[in-house]
């Protein structure tokens, strides 16, 4: 019997298929929650909400929960850890409260079902989901690079195409001022920069304070374990 050539191959599951490395019950929690979100999220809120980084990322994370795949895990964290630790900041503040930046004040509108607002709680867990995610698959340094140009194309259509901050809308639910790329507060646009200043400006801070630092902790964290990719079964040859 000569050895396996290929030593790395991922062991092989009844039918030749690959053995894939996220486990099966979490694929497919996660896909029945999507299932559930994304129908909920385009009727409460229409088919924009889904060009926020965190909505994005969601569907970035679903892919590679089924495709072991570690850059698109990878991006997701480089861009949404840092923000997301804040909405949770925000929301334990409100919780208490204490509101910070107002940013979480949706989740204590009454006029919301309480089932919709439990459905955004997935800001405070997909960060250790992902986590987790890189954690198992290995981080891809691509991820940076990758990540940072989505973000400057979901912040441009944002700019351009979406309701800006304080925009009258016939339905209140529906979203304004996508990844706040009119200033920090959705009723009113900031006022301190012109508009296409600032966001240039809030790009860039993202890029250096959220983006950066997420990738350079994720590439010193994981640098015994480099980003794996799956590979085809490869049947032993018998000699």
Not at 72 to 96: N, R, T, Y
Not at 167 to 174: E, F, G, I, N, R
Not at 188 to 200: C, R
Request: glycine fraction near 8%; charge should be neutral.
């Amino acid at each position: 019997m000569k050895p396996n050539a290929f030593p790395e191959a991922v062991p092989s599951t009844p039918g030749g298929l690959s053995k894939l490395r996220v486990p099966g019950w979490l694929r497919w929690a996660f896909t029945a929650f999507m299932l559930v979100l994304v129908p909920v999220y385009w009727a409460n809120y229409g088919p924009t909400n889904f060009f926020y980084f965190c909505d994005a990322a969601l569907f970035l994370t679903l892919v590679a929960v089924w495709t072991d795949n570690a850059l698109l895990a990878s991006m997701s964290a480089v861009g949404i850890l840092v923000p997301q630790f804040f909405w949770c900041v925000d929301f334990g503040g409100e919780l208490l409260g204490c509101q910070v930046t107002g940013m979480t004040s949706y989740m204590f509108d009454a006029q919301r079902s309480l089932f919709l607002r439990g459905l955004s709680l997935f800001h405070g867990w997909l960060p250790f989901l992902l986590c987790y995610l890189v954690f198992r698959l290995g981080y891809d340094r691509r991820a940076l690079k990758l990540w940072t140009g989505l973000a400057c194309g979901l912040s441009l259509v944002a700019f351009f195409l979406l309701p800006p901050a304080g925009a009258t809308l016939a339905d209140p639910q529906l979203p304004r001022n996508v990844n706040y790329v009119f200033g920090l507060d959705d009723a009113h646009p900031q006022t301190w920069l012109p508009a296409g200043l600032y966001l240039v400006v809030w790009v860039l801070a993202l890029f250096a304070l959220a983006y950066v630092p997420t990738h350079l902790a994720l590439a010193k964290l994981t640098a015994a374990r480099p980003p794996r990719h799956p590979q085809p079964w490869v049947p032993e040859v018998e000699t």
